[in-house]
């Protein structure tokens, strides 16, 4: 990794709360005037993979419901 | 001998039963807690009993009854007043008359209930209890505990196959948003004397795998039966009140309130309210999710697109900025030529001034240099001319010279015998030295 590439931390180590917190940090340096537009894809990129995995802990997929309730009605 | 005098016992009893039928055992009104109590083809049977407030003994004890056609007005009448339902455990005030039957004994049928009065006990109780709590510092404490962002493993604590817990179960899982929820259920005794122990039971099993769980859910059974005294207890409270994870209660309904309304983080009146409680902190975060979602969007837009007007801009302005920097560079060429232009013009003049001063200057300064050369020579002429050895020999003076023409200057270089020539103003004579005195 070049030095001038930012560090991303794996987002499976992350959790919620500190997930959310990184999405805010994006967040606010997007929204500062001093925003690296050579960095906003690679931002962008990790801004779109923390909100996915977010939701994806947050919410379950059709399948898995089934399988929750199938497991409840044993 | 004679037969002694006996009574048949219906006799005897019919005896009693006049005696107990006294204006002073007719409508009187009695303070008593509620045990026992069932129904039974609509009549409401129960044991009145009188404990002792230090040892919890049975002083007293009389059986009650409420007939069916007292029973559904009484305990709406209750219901009503006080929030729940009668119930085994509970202080009341009943007007009734005392009985005998002949077959049945002796009890108290009712005929009223002071609602108010129970509703005071238990209130009184509850103070009680919540003083004591607070006396001990830990009242508020699962009170003021804050919330996960997202509580989603959640350990309830419900009588198994219990209506409440279905209904939170199916509520919590069908959310219309597919939030994920993890449950476990910690099963307990929601009514009787077993409540208490077996509801702090699970808290401690949940506890021994606390950081598993988010919360703590207690929902009770539903059914008809409002057998919330067992909720008043000091122990159960104490437990809820220092649980180290936010604590939801939902054993109530609309007017029921226990102590463990008053510890626990949050009351519900229902379980279903549980559920939807816990589904909109999750939709709530949700749309979190979703707002951040849409200002990053808006803020690559805006980035990106100002980006593009700078880039759009600076574009336009290179191509015309060539043109216009030599346009620029061309003015700033014409100014400088005419700043200079002046300048040399007025630096010129003044030279030329002051040329023609000099020249006049020279000329003034030859014709007085030549007329001092002049004034000189004419001076040195005259000198000259008085200098020449013409007019000295004018003057009366004479040369003398040998024959060979060489000058005599001393009077020694001559001798006896030499010709000399002397040189006059008008001519030579020759001589012969006869004599020298030298």
Redesign the interface.
């Known amino acids: 990794m070049t030095t001038n590439q930012t560090a991303f931390t794996d987002i499976d180590q992350l959790s ?2 500190q997930a ?1 917190a990184e ?2 940090d ?2 606010r340096n ?2 500062s005037d001093n ?1 690296d ?1 050579d960095k ?1 894809t690679l931002y ?1 990129r990790r ?2 993979q923390l ?1 996915n995995e ?2 994806r ?6 399948r ?2 089934r399988d ?2 199938a497991d ?1 009605e044993k | 001998m004679t037969e002694p005098q006996a009574l048949t016992l219906v006799q005897l009893n019919r005896i009693i039963g006049k005696a107990l039928s006294r204006p002073d055992l007719s409508e009187v009104w009695v303070m008593a807690e509620m045990s026992d109590a069932r129904l039974s083809r609509g009549h409401c049977y129960m044991e009145l009993i009188d404990k002792d407030l230090d040892t919890g003994e049975v002083k007293a004890r009389i059986k009650g009854v409420i007939w069916a056609s007292a029973f559904a007005r009484i305990s709406a009448d209750f219901a009503l007043a006080t929030g729940r339902n009668l119930a085994s455990g509970m202080k009341v005030m009943v007007r009734g008359t005392v009985n005998y039957h002949s077959a049945y004994g002796i009890s108290f049928i009712i005929s009223d209930i002071d609602p108010s009065y129970t509703v005071g006990e238990v209130e009184r109780r509850r103070r009680e209890i919540l003083m004591r709590l607070q006396k001990e510092g830990v009242a508020d404490l699962n009170r003021t505990l804050e919330w ?3 509580p ?1 493993r959640i350990a309830v604590i419900s009588a198994p196959n219990a209506a409440g817990y279905g209904d939170f ?1 199916h509520q919590l ?1 069908h959310n219309a ?4 929820f993890h449950t476990r259920l910690f099963t307990a005794a929601m009514q009787g004397a077993d409540t208490a122990p077996s509801v702090i039971a699970a808290l401690d099993a949940i506890a021994t795998d606390i950081d598993s769980w988010d919360c703590v859910v207690i929902i009770r059974g539903g059914g008809a039966t409002s057998d919330l005294v067992s909720f008043d207890d000091y122990m159960l409270a104490a437990n809820i009140a220092q649980f180290p994870i936010p604590v939801i209660v939902g054993i109530g309904h609309e007017r029921d309130v226990t102590v463990l309304d008053y510890v626990a983080n949050m009351r519900v009146k229902t379980p279903t309210a549980a559920a939807q409680w816990l589904i909109s902190q ?1 939709e709530a ?2 749309q ?2 979703r707002s ?2 849409t ?2 969007l808006q ?2 837009t805006d ?2 697109a100002h ?1 593009m007007r700078q880039l759009a801009y600076m574009e336009s302005a290179l191509s015309t900025a060539p043109a216009a920097a030599i346009e620029r560079a061309d003015a700033r060429c014409r100014r400088a030529a005419i700043t200079l232009a002046g300048a040399v013009s007025r630096t010129t003049s003044v030279q030329s001034a002051r040329l023609d001063a000099t020249a006049e200057a020279l000329k003034i300064a030859s014709t007085r240099a030549v007329e001092r050369a002049r004034m000189l020579l004419g001076s040195r002429a005259e000198m000259l001319e008085a200098l020449s050895p013409q007019a000295v020999l004018a003057r009366g003076f004479t040369i003398t010279r040998r024959a060979d023409g060489t000058a005599v200057r001393r009077s020694s270089e001559l001798s006896h015998g030499t010709e000399i020539i002397t040189t006059f103003a008008d001519g030579t004579s020759s001589s012969v030295i006869q004599y020298t005195n030298n």
């Open positions: 919620y709360n959310i999405l805010e994006i967040l997007m929204q925003c537009i906003l962008t801004a779109s909100l977010c939701k802990r947050l919410t379950v997929t059709d898995e419901l929750i309730l409840m | 996960p962002r997202v989603w179960i899982y948003s597919h939030l994920r999750g975060a949700l979190h999710l951040i979602g200002l990053l803020s690559v980035l990106t980006a």
